[in-house]
């Protein structure tokens, strides 16, 4: 027998008045459907895009009208396509099944806060965050707060909540992030102690600031985005869904609600079923298909052009970039060293994207390194005393443990680090070239705009002399194009640039 959340609420005065009438003890079925980290919007391999979401969220609301469609964070980036369109692609194919509300994630401002404010403009669906300000504390035009919907007779409270580390990874700006998991839990209270039957947390954090939320039982339902995995769970009070990615694996929650009365109170129970969706079984919503259809046409015509090749195995894969040596992220280093003529690259691991290998022998297409390299990043040169260099390597590797984005991939230099050791203090034996760091000499390091800007925790990059006019840089992209097509025939190899102590 499952357990039942069970909440009591002061009855109104009307509502005493009418506490024999059958309305007071009904069955409400609610229907939430979470989703988030929704970037590509074609299919993989049968499976998640657009179209196929598109098509579960309409059989959700014709299914059952007490259905709230939410979105937890991040779509306008990183895609191929959102690297041309700054992710208008994504924007059109939501409008056409709108969200009941959407929660920014931190790569809604990749492409920096003004093109969120275009987006947020275009949407024909509310989004909201109520942990995110303009720099002075004001409220920020069209992005909402808690949202209370009344639906089947129940009061809903939609709490959204970003990610405050999103100024760390992405281009926030002036923008102010307050702090995750209090603010949620005290919004989630207050919206209780304010009549809601139904809390709902729409947040977009890492499954450590889950597990805070879940443990408040401040919630009856959190869905949740930012780790790229799939899970579910209910511990008798909260239930909760960290909702995959791309939409490949959907988990529709139907609550049925008995609305009661107990000395008194208003009493809400319910029992969660989470219904496993995989969208490889979905039919294609029709009209969201013919889009995706048109938009890859048009990709397809500009990107499928050979540039070269590679005679060695190329490795982007998500966890080698973000935490060892990569061959790819060697190739792209020396393309931004070779393109500036700047004495070492910093690339951040977090900045590939493709999680792929391609073999010895394989063409390479424009499509290729802008899958690759998705953020329309720019090349820039400063100037920097080496104790700064070895303070930006210390953040590289700062948070390798946990695979953040900001390891870096590196030319021209080599370095040693221990991961056992404390964070800034984890680099050894740091060369450029063949000669060891000297911290008074001034170097020219090649790295793109975001982590010149402090992106990945990168403040050390700060500071420096900027050598590259401003708008003067290429695209990241568009260097590692430029390099592979001068060569044609490129040969990366993992050589020991990066040496992980204690193995």
Known sequence: MPVKSLRPALL?????????????????????????????????????????????????????????????????????????????????LTNLVPFDLAVPGNHEFDFGPENFAEKLKASKYPWAAINITNA?????????????????????????????????????????????????????????????DI??????????????????????VILSGDDHSYATAYDGV???????????????????????????????????????????????????????????????????????????ALDSRRNVVRAEESSMGNLIADAMRAATGADVALM??????????????????????????????????????????????????SQVEKGAGRFAQVSGLTFSYDPSAEAGARVSEVMVGDTALNPDALYKVAV????LGGGDGYGALGGGRVLTNIGGGNLVANDVMGYVEKHRKVKPAVEGRIRRLGQ
Request: net charge negative.
């Open 12 to 92: 109104s005065a009307t509502a005493l008045l009418c506490l024999a009438a059958p309305a007071m003890a009904e069955t409400v079925k609610l229907t939430l459907l979470g989703v988030g980290d929704v970037y590509n919007f074609a299919e993989e391999d049968g499976r998640g895009g657009f179209a196929r979401l598109n098509a579960v969220a309409k059989a959700e609301r014709a299914a059952n009208p007490h259905t709230l469609y939410l979105f937890d964070g991040d779509m306008l980036s990183p895609s191929l396509l959102s690297g041309f369109d700054k992710g208008q692609n994504t924007i059109d």
């Open 136 to 196: 002075d504390g004001s409220a920020i035009e069209g992005l909402g707060g808690v949202m209370v919907k009344e639906v089947g007779g129940l009061k809903v409270a939609l709490i959204p909540v970003a990610q405050d580390t999103s100024p760390e990874v992405s281009s926030t700006g002036s923008l102010k992030f307050g702090p995750t998991v209090d603010m949620a839990v005290e919004a989630a209270k207050k919206a209780r102690d304010d009549g809601a």
């Open 199 to 220: 809390v709902v947390g729409v947040v977009q954090t890492n499954m450590e600031n889950d597990r805070a939320l879940i443990k408040s039982h401040a919630f009856d």
């Open 238 to 312: 909260t239930a909760y869904v960290e909702t995959s990615i791309d939409g490949q694996f959907l988990t529709p929650i139907d609550l049925m609600v008995e609305v009661g009365e107990n000395d008194g109170k208003r009493t809400i129970a319910w029992v969660p079923n989470f219904r496993f969706i995989d969208t490889g079984t979905v039919e294609p919503d029709p009209e969201s298909k013919a889009l995706a259809d048109k938009l890859a046409a048009g990709l397809d015509e500009t990107l499928n052009v050979e540039i070269g090749s590679t005679e060695t």
């Open 348 to 397: 951040n691991g977090g900045g590939i994207r493709a999680d792929r290998t391609y073999d010895a022998g394989a063409k390479l297409t424009r499509r290729d390194i802008l899958t690759e390299l998705p953020f329309g990043n720019v090349t820039v040169v400063t100037e920097l005393p080496g104790s700064q260099l070895l303070l930006a390597l210390e953040n590289a590797v």
């Open 448 to 451: 793109n705009d975001y982590i």
